[in-house]
C-alpha cells in the first residue's frame, strides 16, 4: 500500500451511474472491502436516499442505527455513526436515511468530508443515478468519480449525461468501468470497450464481468471478497489496484 503523510487527506470517490441497475452499489461496496484488504482505512457512504442497499451489500443492516443526516444535524458524531465491518477490518459503512430531510447543505456535506479526510483514507460515496438533491450532495465534495455503467447503448448514453452533470460542478477526473459485461463479449473485449470508452467519452478504470456470484453474495449479506476470488471478484480488485496507483492489466 502507498503510504499517506500526516498530512495527507482521504481521496474521496463518487461513485454513480446514469441509470439503475448497472451495478453501482455492488462495486462500492466490493472494491470498499478490497481497499480495505489491501490496508487502507475506508469509508463507504450511501447517499442513494430512500433506496439505500449498500447496508445489505456489505451485510450491515442489523447493525447500523445512525445515517449520515444524523451527523450533519448535530444528532451524533461521525465516530458514533459509522460502523466496522466484522470481518473486514478498517472497512467502515455510514448509511443514508429514508428520506432527506430538509435544510441539509452541500456546505454541510463538504464540511463531514473534510472532518472524515481526516480519519480515513478513501472515502467511497455510492451517488444516486440521475439529477436531484441527493446527487448533489454526494458529488459536491469529492476528489474524482467513477461512472458505472454497462455496455448497451441505453446505459452508456446515460453514463455520457452524467458526465455533464459533473462537470458542472468542476468534478473533472471522471473514470468508466465498464460492469456486467457478458462473458461472451469478453471474447472480443477490445473492441467491445473501446466502442464503450467512445460512447461514455471516458478513460477506462476498469471491467467487471456478470457474475452470479455478485447477487448470491448481496442476498446473503456477505461482502464479495469473502465469498469468491475469480470472476467480478477479480474485476474488483483490480480496479482497488488501480485507485492505488497500480498497474494492473484490463
Same mark, same amino acid.
Given at each position: 500500500?502507498?503510504?499517506?503523510g500526516? =498530512?495527507?487527506?482521504?481521496?474521496?470517490?463518487?461513485?454513480? =451511474? +446514469?441509470?439503475?441497475? *448497472?451495478?453501482?452499489?455492488?462495486?462500492?461496496?466490493?472494491?470498499?472491502?478490497?481497499?480495505?484488504?489491501?490496508?487502507?482505512? *475506508?469509508l463507504?457512504?450511501?447517499?442513494?436516499?430512500?433506496?439505500r442497499?449498500?447496508?445489505?451489500t456489505?451485510?450491515?443492516?442489523?447493525r447500523?442505527?445512525?445515517?449520515f443526516t444524523d451527523?450533519?444535524?448535530? /444528532?451524533?458524531?461521525?465516530?458514533?455513526?459509522?460502523v466496522?465491518h466484522p470481518d473486514?477490518?478498517?472497512?467502515?459503512l455510514? *448509511?443514508?436515511?429514508?428520506?432527506?430531510?430538509? +435544510?441539509i447543505?452541500e456546505?454541510?456535506m463538504?464540511?463531514?468530508l473534510?472532518?472524515?479526510?481526516?480519519?480515513y483514507?478513501y472515502i467511497?460515496?455510492?451517488?444516486?443515478?440521475?439529477?436531484?438533491?441527493c446527487?448533489r450532495? &454526494?458529488?459536491c465534495?469529492?476528489?474524482?468519480?467513477?461512472?458505472?455503467? *454497462?455496455?448497451?447503448?441505453?446505459s452508456?448514453?446515460?453514463a455520457?449525461?452524467?458526465?455533464s452533470?459533473?462537470?458542472?460542478?468542476?468534478?473533472d /477526473?471522471?473514470?468508466?468501468v465498464?460492469? /456486467?459485461v457478458?462473458?461472451?463479449?469478453?471474447?472480443?473485449?477490445?473492441?467491445?470497450?473501446?466502442? &464503450?470508452?467512445?460512447a &461514455?467519452?471516458?478513460?477506462?478504470? +476498469?471491467?467487471?464481468?456478470?457474475?452470479?456470484?455478485?447477487?448470491?453474495?448481496?442476498?446473503?449479506?456477505v461482502?464479495?471478497?469473502?465469498r469468491?476470488?475469480?470472476?467480478?471478484?477479480?474485476?474488483?480488485?483490480?480496479?482497488?489496484?488501480?485507485?492505488?496507483?497500480?498497474?494492473v492489466?484490463?
Amino acid at each position: 500500500r502507498q503510504e499517506r503523510g500526516p =498530512s495527507n487527506m482521504a481521496t474521496v470517490i463518487a461513485v454513480t =451511474s +446514469g441509470k439503475g441497475g *448497472t451495478g453501482k452499489t455492488s462495486l462500492v461496496g466490493a472494491v470498499g472491502s478490497c481497499l480495505a484488504a489491501l490496508d487502507y482505512s *475506508t469509508l463507504c457512504i450511501d447517499m442513494d436516499v430512500g433506496l439505500r442497499n449498500l447496508d445489505l451489500t456489505l451485510g450491515l443492516s442489523d447493525r447500523v442505527l445512525m445515517d449520515f443526516t444524523d451527523v450533519l444535524q448535530g /444528532r451524533c458524531s461521525l465516530e458514533k455513526a459509522v460502523v466496522e465491518h466484522p470481518d473486514i477490518k478498517g472497512l467502515f459503512l455510514l *448509511t443514508a436515511p429514508v428520506v432527506l430531510p430538509e +435544510g441539509i447543505s452541500e456546505e454541510a456535506m463538504k464540511s463531514l468530508l473534510r472532518y472524515a479526510g481526516e480519519l480515513y483514507d478513501y472515502i467511497l460515496l455510492d451517488a444516486p443515478a440521475g439529477l436531484g438533491p441527493c446527487f448533489r450532495l &454526494a458529488v459536491c465534495g469529492c476528489d474524482r468519480a467513477i461512472v458505472v455503467s *454497462t455496455t448497451d447503448a441505453s446505459s452508456l448514453r446515460d453514463a455520457q449525461r452524467t458526465v455533464s452533470l459533473l462537470a458542472d460542478y468542476g468534478v473533472d /477526473r471522471v473514470q468508466l468501468v465498464a460492469n /456486467r459485461v457478458q462473458p461472451k463479449l469478453l471474447r472480443k473485449l477490445h473492441a467491445t470497450i473501446d466502442d &464503450a470508452m467512445d460512447a &461514455a467519452g471516458l478513460p477506462l478504470l +476498469g471491467v467487471v464481468p456478470e457474475d452470479s456470484q455478485v447477487t448470491l453474495a448481496a442476498n446473503q449479506g456477505v461482502p464479495l471478497i469473502l465469498r469468491s476470488n475469480k470472476g467480478a471478484a477479480v474485476g474488483y480488485r483490480n480496479i482497488a489496484l488501480r485507485l492505488d496507483g497500480r498497474r494492473v492489466p484490463v
